[in-house]
């Protein structure tokens, strides 16, 4: 059965402190390995857990003045899960359609604002970009494709304000339905993270 928006509420409650500003990637045919060669990565410290990763981020991002992104990464499954506080990278689409030749890419992130992206490629080819928050517009190869299954996780496109907006998480369940990786507390507290920084400007 298909997830739906409400299935991860948990997030924003369990998780403040990376939940008002992310970006999570799923890679699908790149090990982390060729992942972090793609992306130009300098490895750092493993961290376990995502309160770890978030302190790290932030005193990455003072200790490189901004200049560099702290991306934390592992397996789950046949995917790569790139998780980066206060990120961006992998919905910018001239780093990640390159990165994503011969590779599934699904990734979401939002920022303090309530801005975000969802971008899905596969081999370097865009099929769905959109603002979670306005998912009535839409651009990429197939658009429309997933439509049906994005109404029924509970994005709004209606032309009426919903009145709870569950947009972030409704992406981690669009993320979820389109990779089968389900993002879960305990992935998110036990996890030991493969850590890099990539150059963001």
């Known amino acids: 059965m298909t997830k739906t928006g409400a299935d991860y509420a948990w997030f924003e409650n369990d998780f403040p402190d990376i939940a008002e500003a992310y970006c999570f990637t799923l890679v699908r045919g790149l090990s982390a390995a060729e992942l972090v060669s793609r992306l130009e990565g300098r490895p750092e410290v493993p961290l376990q857990g995502i309160a770890a990763v978030v302190d790290a981020?932030?005193?990455q991002y003072d200790l490189e003045e901004?200049?560099?992104?702290?991306?934390?990464?592992?397996?789950?499954?046949?995917?790569?899960?790139?998780?980066?506080p206060n990120g961006y990278f992998g919905t910018t689409e001239d780093r990640a359609l390159p990165a994503s030749a011969g590779a599934s890419w699904v990734s979401h992130f939002v920022n303090i604002n309530g801005v975000g992206t969802f971008l899905w490629a596969e081999d370097q080819v865009l099929r769905l970009c959109f603002e979670p928050m306005f998912p009535e517009d839409r651009w990429g190869n197939t658009p429309d494709e997933l439509l049906a299954v994005m109404e029924q996780?509970?994005?709004?496109?209606?032309?009426?304000?919903?009145?709870?907006?569950?947009?972030?998480?409704?992406?981690?369940?669009?993320?979820e339905h389109l990779t089968g990786v389900a993002v879960t507390p305990a992935l998110l507290q036990d996890t030991m993270f493969t850590c890099v920084t990539v150059q963001i400007r």
């Not at 901004?66 to 980066?84: F, H, P, S």
């Not at 509970?154 to 669009?174: H, K, V």
């Open 66 to 84: 901004g200049d560099r992104q702290l991306i934390a990464m592992t397996a789950v499954g046949a995917w790569t899960l790139l998780i980066e």
């Open 153 to 175: 996780i509970g994005f709004n496109l209606e032309e009426e304000d919903p009145e709870t907006d569950l947009s972030s998480p409704a992406a981690f369940a669009l993320a």
């Open 57 to 59: 981020a932030f005193a």
